[in-house]
């Protein structure tokens, strides 16, 4: 009976620890793209856009545990429309762009600052396995990295000029990134930080509750006989 009641424990747990779904695209990535490196290392069930118009096509479909996207080489209005009317629906997203006009829908409003090293993580969650300040560079973007100024959301990391790097908006639905995804001094911090977002819009599931445990055959035996025992026991008293 043990065996049974153990294995039933870690069905259960498995049930509630099932692979999200994830929908990704970036439009291009001239150094090595971090956030893939992420998501390959990652166990949730990941779909990638071929370009835009998938990406779009996919998104309005619906059905998506986390919808990232990343715009480093053109304006993608559409995909950039999308993903804000995902957000707008009630849906998680992590999101960058580098044109400084697309942050209303994430939380965030662009300074200007731009091009940027480095910046350091503040909150706790994002920071593990991290060491600050982040570095960056430029593999070869007109604008690789953009100041920003929470306007709906909350600050989770700050560039060396103290503008905003990272924002968090729509009740921790969304993140807003102001550095591109292969930009990264360190891949493997890159990697460690897009690990985090990840993990934050996508928390693990508490274990499922453990059913009641099933008594053994030798407990119910003992317990079948002191029943009897006391039995006998009050029949001679009276």
């Not at 430029?138 to 306007?151: D, R």
């Not at 030798?218 to 008293?237: D, E, I, Q, V």
Request: proline share 4%; net charge negative.
């Amino acid at each position: 009976m043990k065996n049974i009641t153990i294995a039933a424990c870690l069905s259960l747990y498995a049930i509630g620890a099932q692979a999200a779904e994830i929908l990704y695209w970036s439009d291009i990535a001239t150094g090595v793209d971090a956030m893939d490196a992420a998501l390959a290392a990652s166990s949730h069930t990941i779909t990638t856009a071929s370009g835009e118009t998938d990406f779009v096509t996919k998104i309005t479909a619906g059905g998506w545990d986390l919808v990232v996207n990343f715009n480093q080489n053109r304006a993608n209005d559409d995909a950039v429309s999308a993903t804000t009317n995902w957000v707008a629906g009630g849906g998680k997203a992590i999101f960058a762009h580098w044109r400084p006009n697309a942050g209303a829908a994430f939380g965030a409003s662009y300074t200007g600052k731009n091009n940027i090293t480095s910046f350091s993580i503040s909150n706790p969650l994002l920071a593990t396995g991290i060491t600050n300040p982040v570095g960056l560079y430029n593999p070869g973007w007109g604008l690789f990295s953009l100041g920003m100024a929470e306007t709906g959301g909350i600050s989770a990391a700050e560039f060396a000029n103290t503008n905003d790097a990272i924002i968090i908006g729509n009740g921790d639905k969304t993140i807003i990134n102001g550095f591109l995804n292969d930009t990264f001094v360190d891949l493997a911090q890159g990697q460690a930080l897009f690990t985090n977002e990840i993990n934050y819009m996508l928390p693990s599931p508490a274990p499922a509750a453990l059913p009641a445990a099933v008594p053994e055959p030798a407990t119910m035996l003992l317990a079948g006989l002191g029943l009897m025992s006391l039995a006998a026991s009050r029949r001679r008293k009276n």
